[in-house]
């Protein structure tokens, strides 16, 4: 038994949107100087997991139920100000589309300077030093220049270290990236997720990856997770889930997929026929047996529960409950 | 690498920027230094000189009471053209943070302040100048907030236009993701972006106050004679128009003058920043 906390524990996290049940019973821990990676398709509630924990909802969403805890301690129900601590302090965000996410009439040293004075009371001399010493960790070796920039007059790959930069002003223990290099070019893309490795390393960091791109968080996780229509289907250590698919969602991503690394690149890649059911729709059943090859008529009837295969490992699907065998 | 001219040397690249910074630049300095560069005070009287033609002792002429017209329209050019400017700046300093904060906070909030906008939008304000007048008496005061009520809904709607848009742009997101809280959103990364089409209105404004304030003054409502202002000397003279024109076309010419600056000002500062025709 563990005596410390895990720096995130997310139990039976579950989100409305009016009415709609858009997260349903989301459960994940990460360990200090663990990656966990999130997979799944475009509006699965990947995104919304990351903005649940840190309380930032969209308009019309709300919690239904379940618990955030971060080192020990309850996130959802938190007063505005606990929050504003937690974000960008112990909690650093990145986003998808650096470019829209720095202000484009600030320039990058200032909106930087602006979370080391607001998170850790830094101003004056001692903020321009560890506003140089950020820098630096992130890559961007030109300091003064990057600095003095408008996010305009940075590329993509320089935005993003710059954001990065901004998420570890406030010395987080957990790291929340949402599709950090969707926006980036393949080799660009590269170099941010092996920058988010070094800092992960040697900051004993907690990295929560979410991507849509089994490629990105292949290698690079520890444990991968993927979700379907807001539910976790399947949940394993990196290599094993590559390897050895439990979930047919699993397995379709991993077919759908041109290349992961450790595994051979593929020349014959396999769509998913349909699509995500959308939200509100009857929850009854298993949300993917519409799209499934192995679906039996007990699917569309018989909503799946968490199966815990092994220790590390879990998947929700018909096939590991008891009398799959024997159902028609 | 190439640095992107800022903003201010692009407009004043433009030559209608630079012409009406010009024109108003010397407005400012000629009503501003009114009292060395006029040749009599405003008010010294010489019946003997009255509507003497332009020319002579007089360069433009001389009023009803023998008032040296050049010496009068610089005078008073003063009062309208600091009336302009800090109506204008009274109405961005209460209508901007007003709308900014409707727009980005939303909810009952910005209910609350769309209504009283509404509420401020229908009155005229030959109204509102008489109501200032009278709870505050003669004097710049009543007029400059009679013109600030008048202009403050419009400052408080763009404003509030310009924060709902920037509310839904992913770098809101991200600011509140590291913890900012709304107070400083609004200081740091909404306000400013609603810098560049509340300088153009403000701008246009200035041109509309000047108008409005000698209305106000032709109708009364100004600052009382014997005062100079051009509104006011405008219709004093109006009935002898026919026999001494000047002492009508000085102030009218005075007013269309500072107008036109500031209407070219708007439109040169528009065209540099691209932004359309979207307000006033």
């Known amino acids: 038994m563990n005596a410390q906390p895990p720096v995130l524990s997310i139990e039976a996290l579950a989100v409305d949107i009016r009415g709609a049940r858009v997260l349903d019973g989301v459960s994940l821990m990460i360990g200090a100087g663990e990656a966990l990676g999130l997979v799944g398709e475009s509006g699965c509630g990947k995104s919304m997991t990351a903005l649940a924990i840190l309380g930032l909802l969209p308009r019309g969403a709300t919690i239904a139920g379940g618990s955030v805890r971060l080192r020990g301690g309850e996130l959802l129900g938190a007063s505005e100000d606990a929050l504003c601590q937690v974000r960008g302090g112990t909690v650093g965000m990145i986003f998808q589309e650096p470019g829209a996410c720095l202000d484009p009439v600030m320039r990058i040293g200032r909106q930087i300077g602006e979370s080391l004075q607001l998170h850790r009371g830094l101003r004056g001399a001692a903020q321009q030093a560890e506003l140089r010493k950020l820098l630096l960790e992130v890559g961007l070796t030109d300091t003064e220049r990057v600095a003095r920039a408008y996010p305009h007059e940075l590329s993509g790959g320089m935005q993003q ?127 993917f047996a519409a799209r499934c090859t192995l679906a039996r008529p007990v699917c569309a009837e018989r909503t799946p529960r968490w199966s815990r295969l092994t220790a590390d490992s879990g998947v929700r699907c018909l096939q590991y409950e008891e009398g799959w065998s024997c159902s028609k | 690498m190439m640095q992107r001219a800022s903003v201010a040397q692009r407009a004043w690249a433009s030559a209608k920027v630079r012409y009406s910074c010009l024109l108003i630049l010397v407005l400012l300095l000629l009503t501003w230094g009114a009292g060395w560069i006029a040749p009599y005070p405003h008010d010294e009287i010489d019946a003997g000189a009255a509507f003497h033609a332009p020319g002579g002792k007089y360069l433009i002429g001389a009023d009803a009471l023998g008032r040296d017209v050049l010496s009068r329209t610089l005078h008073g050019g003063r009062m309208s053209l600091v009336v302009g400017l800090l109506a204008t700046l009274l109405a961005v300093l209460c209508g901007v943070p007003l709308g900014a904060l409707a727009g980005y906070v939303g909810g009952k909030v910005d209910w609350v302040i769309s209504r009283v906008v509404d509420l401020l939008l229908p009155f005229p304000v030959i109204l509102l100048a008489i109501v200032t007048k009278m709870l505050l008496g003669d004097g710049l005061v009543s007029v400059v907030i009679a013109l600030s009520l008048v202009l403050t809904p419009f400052f408080a709607r763009m404003a509030r ?29 909404v306000l400013p972006h609603c810098f560049q089409p509340v300088l153009i209105m403000a701008t246009l404004s200035v041109a509309f106050a000047i108008l409005a304030e000698a209305s106000l003054s032709f109708l009364g409502l100004g600052l009382p004679p014997p005062a100079p202002s051009w509104g006011g000397d405008l219709q004093a003279s109006m009935s002898a128009f026919q026999l001494a024109p000047w002492t009508v076309l000085a102030p009218g010419l005075a007013i269309t003058l500072a107008v036109l600056a500031f209407n070219f000002l708007g439109d040169g500062l528009r065209d540099v920043f691209d932004i359309g025709e979207r307000f006033l």
């Open chain 1, 161 to 287: 270290r710059a954001m990065i930069a901004m998420a570890l002003a406030g010395e987080p223990v957990l790291l929340i990236a949402d599709e950090p290099t969707t926006a980036l070019d393949a080799r660009i893309a590269s170099q941010i997720l092996d920058l988010l490795d070094t800092l992960r390393r040697e900051r004993g960091l907690a990295l929560l990856l979410i991507s849509h791109d089994l490629a990105v968080i292949g290698g690079r996780c520890d444990r991968v997770m993927v979700m379907y229509a807001g539910r976790v289907v399947e949940s394993a250590p990196a290599a094993r889930v590559f390897a050895q698919a439990q979930h047919p969602y699993t397995a379709a991503l991993i077919a759908a997929s041109p290349g992961i690394a450790g595994v051979a690149p593929k020349t014959d890649l396999r769509d998913i026929p349909g699509q995500l059911p959308a939200p509100g729709t009857a929850r009854d059943g298993c949300a």
């Open chain 2, 161 to 189: 236009a310009k924060a709902l848009s920037v509310a839904q742009l992913p770098f809101i997101e991200a600011a509140q993701g590291s913890g900012l809280g709304t107070g400083r959103i609004m200081l740091m990364h």
